[in-house]
């Protein structure tokens, strides 16, 4: 059995039922692609701010907030990875619930993240005069926080639960 997930355009996966495919597949879905996307999001709110920083409606601060927001991701993902996600492996420990405590508090770090990012770029909405990286830039963060909303989810209502917390 498989648990409905909303997909991307063009993307057809479920979530898998056992423990160990939950984790590998939030480990090649989310921490993968956060991995690879995050940089290039980066680079282009850069870009858009450097070029259209006297626009009224420009990101300013965007680049670098994607950037605090990225470090702080990483870290949280590698704590997943080494600590929490091996415990999941090995059937649990007893005192898990600390650890999976601190990933719940760090979820609503990151949530609280997106909500400053919509802020920071207009609720991922260009404007009318908004060149094609402008209007790359949003979409790519509207996937990003679409994403990573989802991946709090999977983890937060299906994952975490499974042991006790």
């Known amino acids: 059995m498989t648990l409905p997930f909303e997909s991307l355009p063009g993307e057809d996966r479920a979530i898998p039922d056992g423990t160990s495919?939950?984790?590998?597949?939030?480990?090649?879905?989310?921490?993968?692609?956060?991995?690879?996307?995050?940089?290039?999001?980066?680079?282009?709110?850069?870009?858009?701010?450097?070029?259209?920083?006297?626009?009224?409606?420009?990101?300013?601060?965007?680049?670098?907030?994607?950037?605090?927001?990225?470090?702080?991701?990483?870290?949280?993902?590698?704590?997943?990875?080494?600590?929490?996600?091996?415990?999941?492996?090995?059937?649990g420990h007893p005192m898990i619930g600390h650890p999976i405590a601190m990933m719940r508090a760090e979820h609503d770090d990151h949530t609280d993240h997106l909500s400053a990012l919509a802020g920071l770029a207009n609720g991922f909405q260009p404007p009318q005069d908004a060149c094609s990286s402008w209007r790359a830039l949003y979409s790519g963060l509207a996937k990003l926080s679409g994403d990573l909303t989802e991946h709090i989810r999977i983890e937060n209502e299906i994952l975490f639960p499974r042991f006790g917390a």
């Open 21 to 91: 495919d939950i984790v590998a597949f939030l480990i090649d879905r989310y921490h993968m692609v956060h991995r690879e996307e995050l940089p290039r999001l980066i680079a282009l709110a850069r870009k858009v701010e450097s070029v259209h920083g006297g626009h009224s409606e420009a990101p300013h601060g965007l680049g670098d907030f994607l950037h605090e927001m990225a470090d702080s991701l990483e870290t949280h993902m590698q704590k997943e990875e080494q600590v929490l996600f091996p415990l999941f492996a090995s059937g």
